[in-house]
């Protein structure tokens, strides 16, 4: 390993991996505690996958204060399933309400409205999805209200949660700044996540819903789509995303060894500042997309004055051990996903690359 050169690894998801998990899942391979087996390969029912599951449970509930009366599921599907599956389970009557600040929650009410009713609380399209919305329209009478917690594409990230009126549930697609820092659970009636962003590969969503949004669920749902019904199984209704799972507990073990969430957004603030600072002080060269008030901790899109100069970025960033700094297809220009596992050191090897790059073609 000590001859092993790692990429600086900036892609938007599947994003970086902390070093130490990757090292921790190498050495247990062929060998999961003692059993002669992979973790991939031992029973989903046997009591050291129970032990892993359970674990991963317990270390998330420790590292977001997750009350007692909340459920926590290890889902597949990702963060788009999610998004019919909300409605599905929670909009038994009437019509929820959405706010609109990106790519992801425009997909997220689209998939809603394919279920029922559904409605813009606010939209920021017009604006070029760079800011959050100055006011909403609310429904008091709403199913739920939901919100994205981080915007991928565009970099727009909430700090404080949206308040929905008096007894209508707040809602939350976390995908891309789970566990990046402290946020108060109780303030929701659920939470989901695709982990392969900040807390391990594809193929596992975590779900936090409130015990008391299940009573929601119909009877009629099919099973896999029911959680109600997943939430009792304890996530191991069928065979879950075993690898995955076990990734995932790794890297909540990972964020509680170096001083939990507290410690991990100081980190990640480090990382943003030092990004930010080297954009807003190019005089031009490097032109941010968001305003500043919203700016993303863990996606920064940005622009260089022209596409040419983009793709040469792009292709000597990558001569530089620099990888994933490509904007996301639908708007171009470049983005730096600097993801939990991603470090200090990885953002002041960006920031050095944009400094030289600037220096020789400004």
Request: hydrophobic share 40%; with cysteine.
């Amino acid at each position: 390993m000590s001859n092993l050169k790692r990429a600086y690894n900036f892609n938007a998801g599947p994003g970086a991996l902390p070093l130490e998990v990757l090292q921790q899942a190498q050495a247990e391979l062929l060998d999961f505690s003692g059993t002669g087996m992979s973790v991939m390969e031992i029973s989903h029912r046997s009591k050291e996958f129970e032990s892993v599951i359970q674990t991963a449970e317990a270390d998330l509930r420790e590292l977001l204060g997750i009350p007692s009366n909340y459920k926590v599921m290890f889902l597949q599907g990702g963060a788009t399933l999610q998004f019919a599956m909300l409605p599905m389970n929670l909009r038994a009557t009437g019509s929820a309400d959405y706010i609109v600040t990106g790519t992801w929650s425009k997909t997220a009410l689209k998939e809603a409205k394919k279920l029922g009713a559904a409605r813009e609380a606010a939209n920021t399209e017009a604006e070029g999805f760079n800011s959050l919305p100055a006011k909403l329209d609310l429904d008091p009478k709403a199913a739920y209200l939901h919100f994205t917690a981080n915007e991928t594409i565009h970099g727009v990230e909430y700090f404080s949660e949206p308040t929905p009126p008096d007894g209508v549930p707040l809602v939350c697609d976390t995908s891309s700044d789970f566990i990046s820092r402290p946020i108060d659970v109780s303030k929701y009636a659920m939470l989901y996540a695709g982990a392969q962003k900040n807390a391990g590969p594809s193929g596992v969503t975590v779900v936090i819903i409130r015990d008391d949004m299940l009573e929601r669920t119909p009877a009629n749902l099919p099973v896999m789509l029911d959680y109600k019904t997943l939430a009792a199984s304890g996530s191991l209704h069928n065979t879950p995303p075993s690898f995955a799972i076990y990734i995932v507990g790794l890297v909540f073990k990972w964020a509680k060894k170096i001083g939990g969430l507290a410690a991990v957004e100081k980190i990640n603030r480090t990382k943003a500042d030092l990004v930010y600072k080297t954009i807003d002080e190019s005089g031009g060269f490097y032109r941010g997309h968001t305003k500043p008030e919203a700016r993303s901790l863990m996606n920064i899109p940005f622009r260089l004055p022209t596409e040419e100069l983009e793709n040469t970025f792009a292709s000597d960033a990558k001569k530089n051990n620099l990888i994933g700094l490509k904007g996301h297809r639908s708007v171009g220009g470049m983005r730096a996903s600097i993801y939990n596992a991603v470090t200090v050191e990885g953002a002041q090897e960006l920031v050095r690359f944009m400094k030289e790059f600037q220096t020789k073609n400004g």
